[in-house]
């Protein structure tokens, strides 16, 4: 779990990390953030809509400055 971090290089490291381990993220309150299109059929159906494949640092912090 991370709560608390600084924008720009942490979160670059944070998607290259989410690719590697195939994760996927559940920020409280916002979408779910895939590491590539193919896991979205893995999700329950309730996520699979919002949720957003992300790219880059900039992609994290655009999606949490919207919750």
Request: charged residues 15%.
């Amino acid at each position: 779990m991370i709560s608390q971090f600084s924008s720009g290089a942490v979160l670059d490291m944070l998607v290259t990390f989410i690719g590697l381990a195939d994760a996927v993220v559940l920020p409280p309150g916002c979408p779910t953030l895939l590491a590539h299109e193919g896991q979205r059929c893995h999700l329950p159906e309730e996520l699979r809509a919002a949720a957003l494949v992300i790219r880059s640092g900039a992609d994290v912090e655009r999606v949490l400055s919207n919750c």
